[in-house]
């Protein structure tokens, strides 16, 4: 089946720092999703791409879908002591019916 | 703007009970996936309905079985509880047919205990 590699795994960063992670596929994915959970939360959708190439923002997220379809970039810029949390990267299956494969997860922390 | 609810929050069963979770989708979504994460994991696809229809279905035990009714709400029913089922399950809806169909959304989960 489809496969995410997200990375890194974790990250300790001061209040203030700019933050980047990714994500990697073997295979293409037509749409890529970024998720934020909390603590006993759900995951809250940030930012949706649809298109290679593209980068969108969302205040200070900004996410970007790479030229070969494979790859996906979040940065968070300015970081806050509430942007804490899991980052996950997630992409529909081109197979079934949207089913989510998901990344394993960024786990950011940010000291104040 | 409405969510997705979940209920119960929380939930604690014994070896070899039964239990429901119920998920309601966010108004006019027809579709409704359910995810099951377990501690440090990300979450799992288990299965997936779309206008009442089961549509996909993942790695979901044969303990399990799910059904959406006519008002979309969603129910999946958990026997012969085992230790490992303990874990975080999530509902999340999307609306086929649109341009942002594959954005799901997520309600808060469910936190079930199996002791």
């Known amino acids: 089946g489809q496969q995410l590699n997200q990375s890194p795994q974790s990250m300790f960063i001061q209040e203030g720092e700019d933050v980047s992670m990714n994500c990697t596929s073997s295979s293409i994915f037509n749409t890529w999703l970024w998720y934020k959970q909390e603590p006993g939360e759900g995951p809250v959708l940030l930012i949706a791409l649809y298109k290679a190439g593209e980068l969108t923002s969302n205040g200070r997220l900004t996410a970007q879908f790479g030229i070969t379809r494979k790859d996906s970039f979040l940065n968070i810029s300015a970081s806050i002591p509430s942007d804490v949390g899991i980052y996950f990267c997630a992409g529909p299956s081109v197979f079934g019916y949207g089913k989510l494969t998901f990344g394993q997860g960024t786990i950011l922390t940010v000291h104040p | 703007a409405a969510g997705v609810i979940q209920s119960p929050r929380h939930l604690i069963k014994e070896k070899r009970e039964t239990a429901t979770l119920k998920c309601y989708p966010i108004?006019?979504?027809?579709?409704v996936y359910w995810y099951q994460q377990g501690p440090g994991q990300d979450p799992q696809f288990l299965i997936s309905?779309?206008?009442?229809?089961?549509?996909d279905k993942g790695s979901i035990p044969d303990r399990f079985s799910a059904q959406q009714f006519s008002d979309y709400h969603s129910e999946l029913n958990m026997s012969s509880l085992e230790l490992g089922d303990s874990a975080l399950y999530f509902c999340?809806?999307?609306?086929?047919?649109?341009?942002?169909?594959?954005?799901?959304?997520f309600g808060p989960g469910t936190r079930l205990t199996v002791l």
């Open positions: 309905f779309y206008e009442k229809m089961q549509s």
């Open positions: 108004p006019r979504h027809d579709t």
């Open positions: 999340a809806s999307s609306a086929p047919g649109r341009a942002d169909e594959n954005e799901q959304f």
